[in-house]
Antibody, heavy 119, light 107 residues
Framework: EVRLEESGGGLAQPGGSLRLSCAAS????????MNWVRQAPGKGLEWVAH????????KYADSVRGRFTISRDNAKNSLDLQMGGLSADDSALYYC????????????WGQGALVIVSS | DIQMTQSPSFVSASVGDRVTITCRAS??????LAWYQQKPGKAPKLLIY???SLQGGVPSRFSGSGSGTDFTLTISSLQPEDFGTYYC?????????FGGGTKVDIK
């Protein structure tokens, strides 16, 4: 069974940092591109970042480029999102999502990690 | 960036009704479109990819069509469990973008 489990969410100060992790199981992690997608409370879905299976190709949304860093550890079957320069606009439920093949879409999602940015 | 516009934003329909949701891309995206269903408090679920391919395990009452800039998700006979919000997503190019969502309510 494919499972994606996010962790690391919580309360952060404006301007602060937070690191999210996603533990993957039930599939061969290093065969799949992965993504982060977020959803602000009561709002729609916003793609955040993409990383290829090998980690060699990385893409970001304009809204997070230069502040967020996506990475993966294929030996540990884990995906990370290092977030910095946080603002209230970054408050959202962050999902990790698997990309089964190109073009990129998302067939499995985690349950989400809630990030709240507030003083 | 490719903008995705969904309509309507809200649909209220009865069990057994045919429901159609449209999604328009601001530029051509070939057939690189996916549809998701999201229920309250849950992660989105993939329904359709490549505009018209049904994801495994998804009931056949869901279908997708279209290419270029105009796409449609159809629920042929609405069931009580089909309530939720539906999103389209273009997969043609980065940044990946979603439509604003269509909330489906069962009368």
């Amino acid at each position: 069974e494919v499972r994606l489990e996010e962790s690391g969410g919580g309360l952060a100060q404006p301007g602060g940092s937070l690191r999210l992790s996603c533990a993957a199981s039930g599939f061969t992690f290093n065969n799949y591109d992965m993504n982060w997608v977020r959803q602000a409370p009561g709002k729609g879905l916003e793609w955040v970042a993409h990383i290829s299976a090998s980690g060699s190709v990385i893409k970001y949304a304009d809204s997070v480029r230069g502040r967020f860093t996506i990475s993966r550890d294929n030996a540990k079957n884990s995906l990370d999102l290092q977030m910095g320069g946080l603002s209230a606009d970054d408050s959202a439920l962050y999902y990790c999502a698997r990309n089964p093949w190109d073009p990129p879409h998302f067939d499995y999602w985690g349950q989400g990690a809630l990030v709240i940015v507030s003083s | 960036d490719i903008q995705m516009t969904q309509s309507p934003s809200f649909v209220s329909a009865s069990v057994g009704d045919r429901v159609t949701i449209t999604c328009r891309a601001s530029q051509g995206i070939s057939s690189w479109l996916a549809w998701y269903q999201q229920k309250p408090g849950k992660a989105p679920k993939l329904l359709i990819y490549a505009a018209s391919s049904l994801q495994g395990g998804v009931p056949s009452r869901f279908s997708g069509s279209g290419s270029g800039t105009d796409f449609t998700l159809t629920i042929s006979s609405l069931q009580p469990e089909d309530f939720g919000t539906y999103y389209c997503q273009q997969a043609n190019s980065f940044p990946l973008t979603f439509g604003g969502g269509t909330k489906v309510d069962i009368k």
